[in-house]
Each structure stands twice: as structure tokens, then as C-alpha cells.
């Protein structure tokens, strides 16, 4: 059994992830953090991390970027591993969970979801073969139309998988409207739809001559990342201190 700590346990993500470890056998949750409390979880709830009691194995966090800083300085002090989920992280911060990473086990990535994760481990089998033969690589992502920030940094991670094998020699391209000139080969298209409730769609192109294979990722609802989460948090139970992401976890 591993126990969790929620940290953000009253935003959406942290309600989710509560029923979804309701119904996980093998995770309980011992104890939730929230900044804002109406005492409507069958679990305890502190207002900050500092003032939690309760022990466990793992901390999941989805909450806000200010508040990461003091849960980082909890879990090196009480050597509580975390799922670190929370996104907008400055350069500081970044730099924070580095140094943290080196005291206490710390899981860090760009998307949750197990689905995306084991994509950039198939795009880096698929690009050292479709690279090398001339097909050009475009990536298409699609959200909601109240996301501010295009393009996704799940796409952004898929180009990064791909141009890993590539030995990062190819250029992000984000707008061609003001070139007039044919596609140059070393290149990676992204372009970005924004509309209506889309929780999320993938697409990685490789297109060559005469066919086109194309890497296909939909998430019908945000339970795809808080089940990545969960499995994050088994996996990082237990585990020595050091900078984890999802890849270890679908091994």
C-alpha cells in the first residue's frame, strides 16, 4: 500500500486524483494541503505544507507554481518523495528542484499521461529510421480555446523526443507566414488549434514520399494524467534521491 499526500487536493486535478485513488486498491490518501478548505474530504486537510503531521510515501502535487517552493524545502526535510506535477516553474525553481533532486526522490514531466510518454519512447524508433530516409517531421496540437500558451509543452516535449535522435539539429519552426521559401529538410513544424472544450490531441507527422505516417495521441478527459500520477507515485516509493520523470516509470 503507498500512501499519499495531495498536495492541492481542492483544485480539479486534486479532486480527481482523490476519487481515483478512492477506488485504487494498492494507494491511499492519508492527507491533503489546500490553501482553501470547505472540511468536505473524508481526509485531513492542512492549509500549507509546513503544518502537515502525517506521514507518507509519496506526495503528489498539483497545485500552484508559489507554493512548490515550500513543499521542495518539506520534502528534503522530511525525506517524503514527490510527483512533482505543477507547471509554470521559473528558472529559480527549476534550479530548486535540481538541487532538491539530489537529498529526496523527485518524479518531473511534461505530461503525465502514461499514453504521451510511451509515444516519445515509439517517435525516438521511429524517427531513427524515417529521419535518415528524408521525411520531414510536423507536429499538430490541439486544445481548448481557454489555453493560454501555444504550442503545448506536450508537443514541445514530442519535438524534443524526436530531435534527441537527431542530435537536437533540427529547428523549431512555429509560423511559415512569412516565408516564401520550400521547407528546408532539417526542420520541425509545429502548429497549434485552439477551440471549444478539446482536453487534448497529438499529432506527430512524418511524411515522405508517396506515404505518411502519422503518431496519433487523444485525451478524452484530464483522469488520463492523475492515473499517470498515481502510477508515478508507486513507482517513486521508495526510490533513492534523484530526478525522475515518466519514462522510468513505463521502464
Do not use: W
Amino acid at each position: 500500500m503507498t500512501e499519499i499526500i495531495m498536495h492541492g487536493c481542492n483544485g480539479k486535478m486534486g479532486q480527481m486524483i482523490a476519487g481515483l485513488i478512492a477506488g485504487d486498491e494498492e494507494v491511499t490518501l492519508v492527507a491533503g494541503v489546500d490553501a482553501y478548505d470547505e472540511g468536505k474530504n473524508s481526509f485531513p486537510v492542512f492549509k500549507n505544507i509546513s503544518e502537515c503531521n502525517i506521514k507518507a510515501d509519496v506526495i503528489i502535487d498539483f497545485s500552484a507554481a508559489p507554493a512548490v517552493d515550500g513543499l521542495l524545502d518539506y520534502c528534503v526535510k522530511e525525506q517524503i518523495p514527490c510527483v512533482l506535477c505543477t507547471t509554470g516553474l521559473s528558472s529559480e525553481q527549476l534550479e530548486k528542484v535540481e538541487e532538491a533532486s539530489k537529498k529526496v526522490a523527485i518524479l518531473k514531466s511534461a505530461n503525465m499521461s502514461l499514453g504521451i510518454n510511451t509515444l516519445m519512447k515509439l517517435l525516438k524508433e521511429a524517427t531513427a529510421i524515417f529521419a535518415p530516409a528524408g521525411y520531414d517531421i510536423e507536429i499538430v496540437e490541439k486544445h481548448h480555446k481557454l489555453k493560454v500558451d501555444a504550442p503545448s509543452g506536450t508537443a514541445l516535449a514530442l519535438g524534443d523526443s524526436v530531435n534527441e535522435v537527431l542530435n537536437n539539429e533540427y529547428e523549431y519552426v512555429y509560423d511559415r507566414s512569412q516565408r516564401r521559401e520550400k521547407r528546408p529538410k532539417k526542420e520541425i513544424g509545429f502548429s497549434a488549434v485552439r477551440g471549444g472544450t478539446i482536453v487534448g490531441e497529438h499529432d506527430v507527422i512524418f511524411a515522405g514520399e508517396d506515404e505518411v505516417i502519422t503518431f496519433s495521441h487523444t485525451a478524452y478527459s484530464k483522469a488520463v494524467f492523475g492515473k499517470g500520477a498515481i502510477q508515478a507515485a508507486k513507482f517513486l516509493k521508495g526510490q533513492p534521491a534523484g530526478l525522475y520523470n515518466m519514462s522510468h516509470v513505463i521502464g
